[in-house]
């Protein structure tokens, strides 16, 4: 199912719905069994600098996600598909495959929001003044109660989200483990 408004293309799985969330405003659904790894959307829109995001319609500020230090993908002056109507919550049931590709990280079961944890998307932008932090009222035992641009920096988070980060964010994760190698002390031995 191919849905546009005004956002570009993006796609939405059938099996999902934008509704009311007991969390945040909208969010988006299982309207039927969604299975681990299946696409449960792919995410398409206008590339803007971050330094951009204060411009756009006050409506439309917090929907684009970083897809670079510099850049994030959105809508200039639509309103946003509802494929970007994903709640966070600090326990998701969603993970990116790639830099554009939402999947399911576990079988979502009809009635189930379908989340996912900002840490995977958000990190400190370069030449903006923009910081991301919100209070997340997402009501898991897993709660952080603040979400932030550096929770991706998380050893628990690096972890639990294996193979589930944005490619942006696993770049970074990767560059700094190898850092992290890098300034190890080496043992040498005396002679």
Known sequence: MRI???TGDSWLNPKAELRRSPVEGLGIFARQRIRTGERVAIFGGQIMRIKELNRLPV?????P????????LGSRNMRPHPA???NHSCDPNC?????IFLVAMRDIFRGEELTVDYAMLVAKSVGSRIKFEMSC???TTR?????TENDWKRPALQKRYNGYFSLYIQEKIDALRQTKRDIRPRNYSSP
């Open 143 to 147: 709660c952080r109660s603040t979400i």
């Open 84 to 86: 970007y109507r994903f």
């Open 59 to 63: 409506g439309l500020q917090h929907y």
């Open 4 to 6: 546009s408004s005004g």
């Open 137 to 139: 009222q997402c009501g």
């Open 95 to 99: 993970g990116f495959r790639g830099q």
């Open 65 to 72: 996600f970083q897809i670079e230090e510099r850049f994030v």
